[in-house]
């Protein structure tokens, strides 16, 4: 979905969709909600909305825009097209010219180019390949910079979320030491007792 200044196409709201998504946005200060994008912010966490991401363009044809979206999205195209979900009317930009996708099992947003012939480039970093060929996936963080050819910028504003699996083991490794020392501690009472 595309906040304010965008042309994000049809938007699904009801009476009370709208008045959660308004209120929700006067939570985060972000008019993205209001006009019918994802919780972004402050205001996804507190609705337990999970990871979020924007994309703010700051300069190109399409400065101004931001683009949004909860860890729901299976892909988020950035490109020429009108189908992609952050359409940008920049002729270096390819019809499909990068992919952002949720990492679950990293936690993490990641960016790849997917093919586009006047690249794409993180934090200064070249993420393209020759040939157009297809990029492999790069993490992204909340501020970095992304150049996509050579008119259009963008800044990421993103949540990260520590993946599960991970907050499990982080919690269960101190109990389950605290047992073993308890257990040891057990057998030399036993040997000293006997």
Known sequence: ????????GSSRQDSSASAALAAAALLSGSAGAAAGGWLPGAAAAAAGAGPWLRLVVGSGPAAGRR???SSQAQELVIGRSPACWASIPDQEISGRHACITWSGPRGCWQLADAGSLNGTTLNGSLISRPGRQPGCPAALKHGDRLELGSITRAV???STQQPQQQQQMVLQQPVAEKLQQQQQQQQEHAVTDS
């Not at 979905?1 to 994000?8: A, E, K, L, N, Y």
């Open 156 to 158: 990421v504003e993103c």
């Open 1 to 8: 979905m595309v906040g304010p200044g965008g042309d994000g």
């Open 67 to 69: 683009y949004e979206a």
